[in-house]
């Protein structure tokens, strides 16, 4: 019986989120959520919440939270969309500026789900290999087959799994030679030096995607951003669902925007604790990618890195383990409370039989 379901789907992966144990005494280092409680303001924005206004379709445009965005970020109104999670910003980009028979490209390694949105839209994907210690690719590692047909590419900045924070300049220098859209990708630049906000005006090619997940610990709300030019974000606008950010997202993501002094706490505090477990890793011998994000790239110095993985997961503490070919040789670990951080060392000491 021929298939109903399309060829392209049938052949392909598929993104595979990481996992989401459940049940008393998960330690929860593998996804790079905020271990802290979202802002006091959205407890309340949802207690306040009027049921009866549910009766009503929300605002198509998300006029009352753009605006707080763009007011956040120094930008108009009409350099802001917001999508159902910045994985929703990704999405429309593929859809709204690639044709077919073009490809997408990205560093390799960076986010699973690129390749995945590039095969949904028929697309071939473009994987530039950053260099061996995760830094900007070198020139001679863009002259890779179908690179002159590259017509969207994803900077993820800081970079994941590795935490590898690229300069603006580099951005801007890449971003300025090439002819389609640069979509950087700040889901983590909250926890960084630097970002490429700069970048919006000055080029007319850059999108940046931003997300509420991580810095504003609201990754179960789903809501997150793009900033970049009016006439790309028009064309996001265009082809999104009509009613893409629902009523209470909005308000709730009004809310923790609205609280900057939350969000700021929160950041340092992660950003503190990342600097402890950098030091005590290293003292233990592992080798420390020097991270501007909510997670550490290590290299295990007693164990493999599978080895501590797995023994990590026996105790009910779960971080993540990318086993390819440039990755294999490390291991991924959100910052966690300072007690979730003690209790990860103590089993690691465990592990080590030290
Ligand atoms: C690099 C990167 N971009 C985007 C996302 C998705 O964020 P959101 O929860 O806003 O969809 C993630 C999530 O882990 C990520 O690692």
């Known amino acids: 019986m021929t298939s109903r379901i399309s060829k392209r ?3 392909m992966h598929g993104y595979v989120p990481g996992e989401q144990p459940t049940g008393d005494g998960v330690i929860k280092l593998n996804t790079n959520e905020n271990p802290y409680p979202p802002s006091p303001a959205v407890t309340q924005a949802l207690l306040d919440l009027d049921t009866n206004s549910l009766r009503r379709y929300c605002d198509p445009m998300c006029v009352q939270l753009r605006t707080a965005i763009a007011r956040l970020h120094g930008r108009s109104i009409e350099e802001v969309l917001v999508g159902n999670g910045s994985d929703e910003i990704l999405a429309l980009c593929t859809r709204a500026f690639l044709e077919q028979d073009e490809t997408t490209g990205y560093l390799d390694p960076s986010y699973s789900l690129y390749p995945v949105l590039s095969e949904i839209q028929g697309c071939r994907p473009v994987e ?5 210690d995760f830094e900007w ?4 590692a863009f002259d890779v087959p179908r690179w002159e047909r590259c017509r969207l590419f994803f900077i993820t900045n800081p970079n994941a799994p590795a935490g590898t924070l690229y300069a603006p300049d580099a951005v801007r220098e890449f971003a300025g030679g090439f002819a389609g859209v640069v979509v950087v990708d700040e889901a983590y630049a909250d926890f960084s030096s630097s970002n490429c906000l700069s970048l919006l005006g000055a080029l007319d090619n850059v999108l940046i995607s931003r997300s509420l997940s991580k810095s504003y610990a609201l990754a179960g709300l789903r809501c997150g951003y793009a900033l970049g030019p009016p006439d790309l974000i028009q064309a996001l606008h265009k082809i999104k669902d009509a009613y893409n950010v629902d009523a209470i997202t909005q308000a709730l993501a009004l809310a923790s925007i609205s609280d900057q002094d ?3 706490c929160n950041v340092d505090r992660i950003i503190a604790t990342r600097t402890r477990l950098s030091d005590a890793l290293t003292a233990r011998g592992f080798d420390v990618h020097a991270s501007q994000s909510n997670f550490l790239w290590v290299r295990p110095s007693t164990t493999s890195a599978g080895a501590l993985f797995e023994g990590l997961k026996q105790r009910n503490i779960y971080i993540r383990y990318f086993d ?9 670990i959100s910052i966690g409370t300072d007690e979730e951080i003690d209790a990860l060392l103590a089993a690691i000491d465990e592990i080590s039989g030290s």
């Open 9 to 11: 789907v049938r052949a």
């Open 128 to 132: 530039i290999p950053v260099g061996t």
């Open 137 to 140: 690719p070198a020139p001679a």
């Open 262 to 264: 939350t969000f700021r």
């Open 324 to 332: 390819g070919p440039r990755t294999r040789d490390f291991v991924r």
